[in-house]
C-alpha cells in the first residue's frame, strides 16, 4: 500500500471553506432520484433534518422508505448513474458535501464522517485480512508507517473486542457478532465524528445484538460521536437514540425527540407501526397491522403517500401534499389531518 | 385428558462432518396438544429448525420417536409417509426462495393436490374444480382474484409468504410447522400475516409448531415456548409463566436482550458475553457452561436434564434445580 501521506495537504483547504456551526449535519430539502431509462424512482423527497453534536438520531422506517438512500447522499455516495441528488443543502461539520472536490471528499470520508453497514457478511473483503482492512484507512488518512498503523490497527482490535493477535485472519474465520465488531472497527479507525450506522444489528441474533448496541454506546460516549442510526426496530430506537425521524415513502413523516416521538405520537403512520408490533410488556390479543402496502416509488400519489393506508386520511390527504405542522420547537409531523386543532390520533386520546 | 397431536421422544439429528458429528438436535423431547401453537424459540444454528424438519421427517432423524395421531412416523413406510404429509405442512422462512420462480400464483397453489391426488376427478371437472380450490383458498388468505396467473417475482413479500400459507393450507392439515414466517417481512406486514396465522388457526382447529428467533412475536402468537440451545431444549414453559418466571439463566439473557419499544422500559438483565461455541463434539457438560453468569459445579457434571420444577414449566439447569 502506497497511500500514506498524500492527503495531509488538503486539510488547509477544508478549513478555508468550513462553515461555524454547532450542528454535526444539517440536511435542507435533500431530493434524491434514481433515474432509468424507462421510470423515475423518487427514493428520497424534499427531507430536511439535523443532528446535534454527540446526539444519537435514529432514522426509522420500512423497506424502501429511502433510509439508506438518504445516508448515502449524506456521504455524497449515491451511486451515479442512475442515482442523483437532484437538490438540497448537505452540511457535515460546516462542509458543503456537494461542493467538495473528490480529493476533498475522499479526505472528509472515513475521518469525519463514517459509515458501519448493515450486512458484516457481505460488506468485508474475502480475500484481505481484517488487519489489512482497518489499516487502510489509518494509511490513508494519517502520515504514518506501517508498523505504527498496524499498531493503531491492534488497538482499535481491542477497542472493540476482538483479540488483537487476529489481525492476520480473514473474515471467514469471525462469526457475524465478531465481523461486525471489525465494520465498526473499520468506521472507528480515524476517529470520525459523525458515525452513520445503516441496520447494523439487523443481521445478528439478540443475544450478540445487545454486546453491540452496548459497545457501540461505550464508544460513542468515549469519542464524543454523534450518530445517525438507521433501524426498523423501534425497540433498538429506544436504547439507543436521543432524536428520531420516521420516513415513509421518501418523506420524513414524523421527527422530534424519543420522549415525543415515542409518548406524544403525532403521525398516523408512526401509531400503525407501534400498532403492528407485537409487544412483549403487553400481550394483545390482535395485532392492528397497517392495512395495505407502501406505494411504488417510481409512482408516487399526488396527495399524502400513506393516505391510502391511513384510517383518518380525508379527501384533501388524497388531493394535496401533507402540510407540516409543529408542535413543539422540536416536534414536526406532516400530516394535513391536523388543520383540524382538535384532531388527535388514537394512540393518544 | 388432553388431545394430544404430537409426541417426540429423544429425538436426535447428528450430522457427520470430517471434524465430527455436529449436533443438531440432542435429545429433543414433547408432547402438543391439538389446536395449540408451540413457540420454539432459539438463535442462530441451535437447531430450531432441524427440529422442525426432523419432525416432519423431511430430514431423517438420526434417532428417537416422532409419535403424530398416535402413530410413530419415523417407522412407517415411504408410502405411507407420502400420505401422512397430507396432515402435516411446512411453511418456509423465505417467501423469495421458497416459491419456483416459472410457476404461476394458482400452479403454486394447486401443486401440492395435484401431487397427492385429492380431487377424483379428471379432464375439464378436475380443472374446474382445482380452480375453485384455489380461488376459495386464495380468498381466504387474502389474496384478490387477479394475482391468479401472477408470476412470484411480480408480488411483494407479504402476498408470497401468503401463497406459501395457501400451499399448506390447500391439503388441510392439521399441524403446520411454521419456520420463520414472518422474519423476512416488515413489522406492518408482519403484523398482517401474524393475524392471518391466528385467524385460520381459530377457523380450522390447526396445531402449529412456531420457530422463530423473535421473542415478542412468540410471545404473541404461542401457548407454550421452548426455549433451544445448542440442539436442546432448555427451558419449556407455558408463555406466560416463561415470561413472568424465566429460570434458565439462558432465557433470562434473551429476555433482556430484547429491545423494548418503549423508552425506560429497558429490562436491565446481565448481557451475556461470549458467542455460541460449535457444535461439533460437544464436551459432556451443560451447554451454556461457558456464556452462563451462574455457572456451578453441577452443571459440569454432564447435560443437565429437562425437569419439571413448577407444574408444566420445565428447566434444565444444574443450577436452578
Request: proline share 6%.
Amino acid at each position: 500500500m502506497k497511500l500514506n501521506g498524500k492527503n495531509g495537504k488538503s486539510d488547509t483547504n477544508l478549513e478555508q471553506i468550513r462553515e461555524k456551526t454547532d450542528l454535526a449535519v444539517s440536511v435542507e430539502n435533500l431530493v434524491v432520484h434514481y433515474e432509468t431509462s424507462s421510470e423515475t424512482v423518487e427514493a428520497v423527497n424534499s427531507i430536511s433534518f439535523s443532528l446535534k453534536k454527540k446526539r444519537t438520531l435514529g432514522l426509522v422506517g420500512e423497506t424502501g422508505a429511502g433510509k439508506t438512500t438518504a445516508m448515502l447522499a449524506l456521504m455524497n455516495m449515491v451511486p451515479n448513474p442512475p442515482g442523483r441528488i437532484i437538490e438540497g443543502e448537505i452540511r457535515v461539520n460546516g462542509l458543503d458535501m456537494r461542493k467538495l472536490t473528490p480529493a476533498q471528499l475522499q479526505h472528509v470520508r472515513g475521518s469525519e464522517i463514517a459509515m458501519i453497514f448493515q450486512d458484516p457478511m457481505t460488506s468485508l473483503n474475502p480475500v484481505l485480512t481484517i488487519g489489512e482492512q482497518i489499516g487502510e484507512s489509518i494509511l490513508l488518512h494519517r502520515n504514518i508507517s506501517k508498523a505504527e498503523a498496524l499498531k493503531e490497527t491492534q488497538k482499535l482490535l481491542e477497542r472493540v473486542g476482538i483479540d488483537p493477535e487476529r489481525y492476520g485472519e480473514y473474515p471467514h474465520q469471525f462469526s457475524g457478532g465478531m465481523r461486525q465488531r471489525v465494520g465498526i472497527a473499520i468506521a472507528l479507525a480515524c476517529n470520525p465524528s459523525v458515525l452513520i450506522a445503516d441496520e447494523p444489528t439487523s443481521a445478528l441474533d439478540v443475544t450478540i445484538q445487545a454486546q453491540i448496541l452496548q459497545m457501540m454506546r461505550k464508544l460513542k460516549e468515549e469519542n464524543d460521536t454523534s450518530m445517525i442510526l438507521i433501524t426498523h426496530d423501534l425497540g433498538v430506537v429506544a436504547e439507543m437514540c436521543d432524536d428520531v425521524a420516521v420516513m415513509y415513502a421518501g418523506h420524513i413523516v414524523e421527527y422530534g425527540t424519543l420522549e415525543e416521538v415515542f409518548n406524544k405520537t403525532k403521525h398516523p403512520y408512526t401509531e400503525g407501526l407501534f400498532n403492528s408490533l407485537p409487544n412483549i410488556n403487553n400481550r394483545v390479543e390482535k395485532l392492528q397491522p397497517i392495512q395495505g402496502l407502501m406505494p411504488d416509488p417510481a409512482n408516487l400519489p399526488k396527495g399524502c403517500a400513506f393516505a391510502e393506508r391511513c384510517p383518518y386520511a380525508s379527501e384533501a390527504c388524497r388531493e394535496n401534499p401533507p402540510e407540516t405542522h409543529s408542535f413543539s420547537d422540536t416536534h414536526l409531523a406532516a400530516c394535513t389531518a391536523y388543520q383540524d386543532p382538535d384532531f388527535r390520533i388514537g394512540r393518544n386520546k | 385428558m388432553a388431545d394430544t397431536i404430537l409426541e417426540v421422544k429423544n429425538l436426535k439429528k447428528y450430522f457427520k462432518t470430517n471434524k465430527g458429528n455436529v449436533h443438531a438436535v440432542d435429545n429433543v423431547s414433547f408432547t402438543l396438544e391439538r389446536g395449540k401453537t408451540l413457540g420454539i424459540v432459539g438463535e442462530s444454528g441451535c437447531g430450531k429448525s432441524t427440529t422442525g424438519r426432523t419432525i416432519l421427517r423431511l430430514i431423517e432423524p438420526t434417532s428417537g420417536e416422532v409419535y403424530f395421531d398416535g402413530k410413530d412416523i419415523c417407522k412407517v413406510s415411504n408410502k405411507e409417509m407420502t400420505k401422512l404429509r397430507k396432515d402435516m405442512q411446512i411453511i418456509f422462512q423465505d417467501p423469495f426462495s421458497s416459491l419456483d420462480p416459472r410457476m404461476t400464483v394458482s400452479q403454486l397453489i394447486a401443486e401440492p393436490l395435484k401431487y397427492h391426488k385429492i380431487i377424483e376427478a379428471s379432464g375439464k371437472e378436475l380443472e374446474q374444480k382445482t380452480e375453485e380450490m384455489v380461488l376459495d383458498l386464495m380468498r381466504t388468505v387474502g389474496l384478490a382474484e387477479r394475482l391468479y396467473n401472477a408470476y412470484p417475482h411480480e408480488l411483494d413479500g407479504g402476498r408470497r409468504q401468503r401463497i406459501g400459507i395457501a400451499r399448506a393450507l390447500i391439503l388441510q392439515p392439521k399441524l403446520i410447522v411454521c419456520d420463520e414466517p414472518v422474519s423476512a417481512l416488515d413489522v406492518s406486514i408482519q403484523a398482517q400475516i401474524l393475524n392471518l396465522l391466528q385467524e385460520l388457526q381459530k377457523e380450522r382447529g390447526l396445531t402449529y409448531i412456531f420457530i422463530t428467533h423473535n421473542l415478542s412475536v412468540v410471545n404473541h402468537i404461542a401457548d407454550e415456548i421452548a426455549v433451544m440451545y445448542l440442539g436442546s431444549i432448555v427451558e419449556k414453559a407455558p408463555v406466560e409463566e416463561l415470561f413472568q418466571n424465566p429460570l434458565h439463566p439462558y432465557t433470562k439473557a434473551l429476555l433482556s436482550a430484547i429491545p423494548v419499544p418503549e423508552i425506560h422500559k429497558k429490562q436491565n438483565g446481565p448481557v451475556i458475553q461470549g458467542e455460541v461455541v460449535s457444535p461439533i463434539n460437544l464436551p459432556d457438560e451443560c451447554r451454556f457452561y461457558k456464556r452462563c453468569p451462574i455457572s456451578c459445579e453441577a452443571c459440569r457434571q454432564g447435560v443437565p436434564e429437562l425437569r419439571e420444577v413448577l407444574p408444566g414449566h420445565f428447566v434444565a439447569c444444574g443450577c436452578c434445580q
